[in-house]
Protein backbone atom coordinates (compact mmCIF):
# COMPACT_ATOMS: atom_id res chain seq x y z
CA UNK A 1 0.00 0.00 0.00
CA UNK A 2 1.38 3.35 -0.96
CA UNK A 3 1.48 5.81 2.02
CA UNK A 4 0.96 9.32 1.77
CA UNK A 5 2.07 12.18 3.76
CA UNK A 6 0.98 15.51 3.27
CA UNK A 7 2.74 18.57 4.69
CA UNK A 8 2.19 21.24 6.19
CA UNK A 9 -0.09 20.35 8.45
CA UNK A 10 -1.89 22.94 8.84
CA UNK A 11 -0.85 26.36 6.73
CA UNK A 12 -1.96 30.03 7.53
CA UNK A 13 -2.57 32.34 4.75
CA UNK A 14 -3.42 36.30 3.95
CA UNK A 15 -5.57 36.96 1.38
CA UNK A 16 -3.24 37.87 -1.59
CA UNK A 17 0.09 35.04 -0.93
CA UNK A 18 0.47 31.67 -2.84
CA UNK A 19 0.61 28.49 -0.65
CA UNK A 20 2.63 25.33 -1.86
CA UNK A 21 1.13 22.00 -0.46
CA UNK A 22 3.29 18.81 -0.53
CA UNK A 23 2.75 15.09 -0.92
CA UNK A 24 5.49 12.48 -0.97
CA UNK A 25 4.50 8.90 -1.58
CA UNK A 26 6.11 5.64 0.42
CA UNK A 27 6.82 4.39 -3.99
CA UNK A 28 6.69 5.96 -6.70
CA UNK A 29 3.45 6.39 -7.95
CA UNK A 30 2.87 5.34 -11.99
CA UNK A 31 1.73 7.27 -14.69
CA UNK A 32 0.77 10.66 -12.65
CA UNK A 33 -1.55 9.39 -11.10
CA UNK A 34 -2.20 11.88 -8.57
CA UNK A 35 -5.16 13.54 -7.66
CA UNK A 36 -5.89 16.76 -5.29
CA UNK A 37 -9.41 17.70 -3.39
CA UNK A 38 -10.60 20.11 -1.76
CA UNK A 39 -13.07 20.03 1.09
CA UNK A 40 -14.64 22.99 2.62
CA UNK A 41 -16.29 22.72 6.06
CA UNK A 42 -19.26 20.96 6.11
CA UNK A 43 -19.17 19.66 2.88
CA UNK A 44 -17.91 17.21 0.11
CA UNK A 45 -14.45 16.76 -0.85
CA UNK A 46 -14.33 18.66 -4.44
CA UNK A 47 -11.82 17.57 -7.14
CA UNK A 48 -9.16 19.72 -8.05
CA UNK A 49 -6.86 18.00 -10.13
CA UNK A 50 -5.99 14.50 -11.53
CA UNK A 51 -3.21 13.63 -13.73
CA UNK A 52 -0.98 15.23 -11.32
CA UNK A 53 -1.24 18.29 -13.55
CA UNK A 54 -4.87 18.78 -15.40
CA UNK A 55 -7.08 20.40 -13.57
CA UNK A 56 -10.64 19.66 -13.43
CA UNK A 57 -13.62 21.32 -15.49
CA UNK A 58 -14.23 24.57 -13.55
CA UNK A 59 -11.34 24.74 -11.16
CA UNK A 60 -9.62 28.28 -11.82
CA UNK A 61 -6.36 28.55 -13.11
CA UNK A 62 -4.77 29.82 -9.77
CA UNK A 63 -4.65 26.36 -8.57
CA UNK A 64 -1.95 24.46 -10.28
CA UNK A 65 -0.41 20.82 -9.82
CA UNK A 66 2.84 19.50 -10.71
CA UNK A 67 5.39 16.23 -9.28
CA UNK A 68 6.20 12.96 -10.56
CA UNK A 69 7.45 9.47 -9.10
CA UNK A 70 7.27 10.16 -5.35
CA UNK A 71 6.96 14.13 -4.60
CA UNK A 72 3.94 16.55 -5.72
CA UNK A 73 2.75 19.51 -5.14
CA UNK A 74 -0.10 21.71 -5.21
CA UNK A 75 0.17 25.82 -5.27
CA UNK A 76 -2.29 27.93 -4.90
CA UNK A 77 -2.15 31.94 -5.88
CA UNK A 78 -3.57 34.64 -5.13
CA UNK A 79 -5.32 33.16 -2.05
CA UNK A 80 -9.00 34.25 -1.18
CA UNK A 81 -10.98 33.71 1.94
CA UNK A 82 -12.81 30.96 0.16
CA UNK A 83 -10.01 28.53 -0.16
CA UNK A 84 -10.20 27.91 3.71
CA UNK A 85 -10.36 24.17 3.33
CA UNK A 86 -8.60 20.91 3.80
CA UNK A 87 -6.56 20.27 0.74
CA UNK A 88 -6.51 15.87 0.31
CA UNK A 89 -4.19 14.20 -2.55
CA UNK A 90 -4.54 10.92 -3.55
CA UNK A 91 -2.92 8.30 -5.40
CA UNK A 92 -4.45 5.59 -8.11
CA UNK A 93 -2.01 4.35 -9.50
CA UNK A 94 -1.77 1.16 -7.68
CA UNK A 95 -4.69 -0.69 -5.40
CA UNK A 96 -5.72 -0.12 -2.81
CA UNK A 97 -6.28 3.98 -3.96
CA UNK A 98 -4.79 5.62 -0.72
CA UNK A 99 -5.53 9.41 0.12
CA UNK A 100 -2.97 11.76 1.96
CA UNK A 101 -4.13 12.75 5.70
CA UNK A 102 -4.51 16.30 4.64
CA UNK A 103 -3.48 20.08 4.96
CA UNK A 104 -5.57 22.30 6.34
CA UNK A 105 -5.49 26.18 4.98
CA UNK A 106 -6.43 28.66 7.94
CA UNK A 107 -6.77 32.68 7.26
CA UNK A 108 -4.13 34.28 9.38
CA UNK B 1 -25.35 18.48 -13.86
CA UNK B 2 -24.12 15.76 -11.92
CA UNK B 3 -26.24 14.97 -9.10
CA UNK B 4 -25.31 12.45 -6.26
CA UNK B 5 -27.79 11.83 -3.66
CA UNK B 6 -27.01 9.17 -0.73
CA UNK B 7 -29.21 7.59 2.00
CA UNK B 8 -30.04 4.60 4.31
CA UNK B 9 -27.07 6.34 7.01
CA UNK B 10 -28.46 6.06 10.93
CA UNK B 11 -27.18 4.39 13.93
CA UNK B 12 -26.81 0.16 13.83
CA UNK B 13 -25.52 -1.81 16.27
CA UNK B 14 -22.23 -3.57 16.64
CA UNK B 15 -22.61 -6.24 14.30
CA UNK B 16 -25.56 -5.23 12.55
CA UNK B 17 -26.36 -4.33 9.29
CA UNK B 18 -27.24 -1.48 6.94
CA UNK B 19 -27.53 -0.72 3.29
CA UNK B 20 -26.97 2.71 1.71
CA UNK B 21 -28.27 3.91 -1.74
CA UNK B 22 -26.68 6.95 -3.98
CA UNK B 23 -29.34 8.07 -6.46
CA UNK B 24 -27.82 9.63 -9.20
CA UNK B 25 -29.11 12.17 -12.26
CA UNK B 26 -27.76 14.63 -14.62
CA UNK B 27 -25.19 12.29 -16.23
CA UNK B 28 -25.16 8.77 -18.10
CA UNK B 29 -25.17 6.34 -15.14
CA UNK B 30 -25.05 3.22 -16.66
CA UNK B 31 -21.48 3.63 -18.57
CA UNK B 32 -19.94 5.23 -15.51
CA UNK B 33 -17.80 3.74 -12.95
CA UNK B 34 -18.61 4.61 -9.34
CA UNK B 35 -17.13 4.25 -5.85
CA UNK B 36 -17.62 4.63 -2.19
CA UNK B 37 -15.34 6.84 -0.03
CA UNK B 38 -15.94 7.24 3.66
CA UNK B 39 -14.64 9.70 6.37
CA UNK B 40 -15.09 8.91 10.41
CA UNK B 41 -15.17 11.98 12.56
CA UNK B 42 -12.69 14.54 12.15
CA UNK B 43 -10.91 12.41 10.11
CA UNK B 44 -9.12 11.52 6.24
CA UNK B 45 -10.61 9.91 3.52
CA UNK B 46 -11.03 6.14 3.41
CA UNK B 47 -11.61 4.70 -0.02
CA UNK B 48 -13.92 1.56 0.40
CA UNK B 49 -14.99 0.22 -2.60
CA UNK B 50 -15.20 0.43 -6.71
CA UNK B 51 -17.92 -1.03 -9.26
CA UNK B 52 -17.63 -1.02 -13.02
CA UNK B 53 -19.83 0.26 -14.75
CA UNK B 54 -21.81 -2.94 -15.49
CA UNK B 55 -21.71 -4.27 -11.79
CA UNK B 56 -19.72 -7.38 -12.99
CA UNK B 57 -16.32 -5.82 -11.84
CA UNK B 58 -15.98 -5.32 -8.12
CA UNK B 59 -13.11 -4.33 -5.83
CA UNK B 60 -12.45 -3.36 -1.94
CA UNK B 61 -10.48 -2.29 0.92
CA UNK B 62 -9.41 -4.49 3.25
CA UNK B 63 -10.68 -3.34 5.82
CA UNK B 64 -14.05 -3.68 4.53
CA UNK B 65 -13.65 -6.67 2.36
CA UNK B 66 -16.40 -10.30 3.20
CA UNK B 67 -18.40 -7.26 5.37
CA UNK B 68 -19.20 -4.89 2.31
CA UNK B 69 -20.74 -5.67 -1.05
CA UNK B 70 -21.29 -3.46 -3.29
CA UNK B 71 -23.49 -3.44 -6.17
CA UNK B 72 -25.72 -1.00 -8.83
CA UNK B 73 -29.23 -1.38 -10.38
CA UNK B 74 -28.41 0.48 -13.64
CA UNK B 75 -32.38 0.23 -14.50
CA UNK B 76 -32.82 2.60 -11.11
CA UNK B 77 -29.83 4.49 -11.54
CA UNK B 78 -28.78 3.82 -7.85
CA UNK B 79 -25.58 2.75 -6.26
CA UNK B 80 -25.63 0.20 -3.56
CA UNK B 81 -23.44 -0.36 -0.09
CA UNK B 82 -24.57 -3.17 2.07
CA UNK B 83 -22.74 -3.51 5.15
CA UNK B 84 -23.15 -6.03 6.91
CA UNK B 85 -21.13 -7.07 10.63
CA UNK B 86 -20.86 -3.52 11.67
CA UNK B 87 -17.80 -2.47 13.72
CA UNK B 88 -17.42 0.99 15.71
CA UNK B 89 -14.60 2.01 13.67
CA UNK B 90 -17.10 2.03 10.06
CA UNK B 91 -18.73 4.94 12.06
CA UNK B 92 -18.22 7.67 9.34
CA UNK B 93 -19.72 9.79 6.73
CA UNK B 94 -20.00 7.75 3.63
CA UNK B 95 -19.72 9.14 0.03
CA UNK B 96 -20.58 8.04 -3.16
CA UNK B 97 -19.04 9.39 -6.33
CA UNK B 98 -18.25 8.77 -10.06
CA UNK B 99 -15.10 7.08 -11.27
CA UNK B 100 -13.70 7.41 -14.32
CA UNK B 101 -12.33 3.84 -14.21
CA UNK B 102 -13.01 0.60 -12.50
CA UNK B 103 -10.40 -0.88 -10.82
CA UNK B 104 -8.25 2.60 -9.87
CA UNK B 105 -9.53 5.71 -10.33
CA UNK B 106 -9.78 9.57 -9.42
CA UNK B 107 -13.33 10.77 -8.11
CA UNK B 108 -14.86 13.01 -10.34
CA UNK B 109 -18.34 13.87 -8.84
CA UNK B 110 -19.18 13.63 -4.97
CA UNK B 111 -22.48 13.31 -3.35
CA UNK B 112 -23.43 15.01 0.18
CA UNK B 113 -22.68 11.64 1.67
CA UNK B 114 -24.62 9.78 4.76
CA UNK B 115 -23.47 9.33 8.20
CA UNK B 116 -23.74 5.54 9.84
CA UNK B 117 -23.12 5.68 13.39
CA UNK B 118 -22.39 1.99 15.02
CA UNK B 119 -22.62 2.17 18.78
CA UNK B 120 -24.32 0.03 21.18
Known amino acids: EIVLTQSPGTLSFSPGEGATLSCRASQSVSSYSLAWYQQKPGQAPRLLVYGASTRATGIPDRFSGSGSGTDFSLTISRLEPADLAVYYC?????????FGQGTRLDIK | EVHLLESGGGLAQPGGSLRLSCAAS????????MTWVRQAPRKGLEWVAN????????YYADSVKGRFTISRDNSKNTLYLQMNNLRAEDTAVYYCATSTWAMTSYFGSWGLGTLVTVSS
Open chain 2, 51 to 58: IGSSGEAT
Open chain 1, 90 to 98: QQYGSSPMT
Open chain 2, 26 to 33: GFSFSFSA
